[in-house]
T-cell receptor, first 110, second 115 residues
């Protein structure tokens, strides 16, 4: 079945550092890909998405590009802030409900 | 819109008791999902509905779990009897449709503790 693998955390960065969180997927067909963010004590929020190969999703300084050839959707941000500390989930959806990766906890220290 | 509303936010109950979790989806969303989040297993889809009809409940762990959606604005997830291993955060989410390209809106979750 469809699955998502993302790098294990936790990831700890200093403020203004560059962030990459790796995500690869296995799916039949051409799924849509998503990144969700979960702040402490809250539900998941959609951060960005891409619906076809080579699409780039972006939001709040975060970016991810749908790479069909490498089946990847890595999340990047050029300069992280303390307020970016959260758990990030990569997910995919074909014609079935979202399948999530296990999440990567990011801590940004001042 | 107030978003997806779940209640209660926290629930502490004794083993063997019945627990009912509630969800109000976003108006106009046709699909509703129940997920469970634990440290060990991450986010697991329990069941989802499309137009109030249960489509796939294969993620429901045992017969102790049941879910209903009597109308487009309300769903419940019931555990009876509850066990300590049911302790988790339960999320409800809704979407315009199940598949491609449709992001989900999640509620704030219900943190269930069974002692």
């Amino acid at each position: 079945g469809d699955s998502v693998t993302q790098m294990e955390g936790p990831v700890t960065l200093s403020e203004e550092a560059f962030l990459t969180i790796n995500c690869t997927y296995t799916a039949t067909g051409y799924p849509s890909l998503f990144w969700y963010v979960q702040y402490p004590g809250e539900g998941l929020q959609l951060l960005l998405k891409a619906t076809k190969a080579d699409d780039k999703g972006s939001n709040k300084g975060f970016e991810a590009t749908y790479r069909k050839e490498t089946t990847s959707f890595h999340l990047e941000k050029g300069s992280v802030q303390v307020s970016d500390s959260a758990v990030y989930f990569c997910a995919l959806a074909g014609n079935t409900p979202l399948v999530f990766g296990k999440g990567t906890r990011l801590s940004v220290i001042a | 819109d107030a978003g997806v509303i779940q209640s209660p936010r926290h629930e502490v109950t004794e083993m063997g008791q019945e627990v009912t979790l509630r969800c109000k989806p976003i108006s106009g969303h046709n699909s509703l999902f129940w997920y469970r989040q634990t440290m060990m297993r991450g986010l697991e889809l329990l069941i989802y509905f499309n137009n109030n009809v249960p489509i796939d409940d294969s993620g429901m762990p045992e017969d102790r779990f049941s879910a209903k959606m009597p109308n487009a604005s309300f769903s419940t997830l019931k555990i009876q009897p509850s066990e300590p291993r049911d302790s988790a955060v339960y999320f409800c989410a809704s979407s315009q449709a199940v598949g491609q390209g449709h992001g989900y809106t999640f509620g704030s979750g219900t943190r269930l503790t069974v002692v």
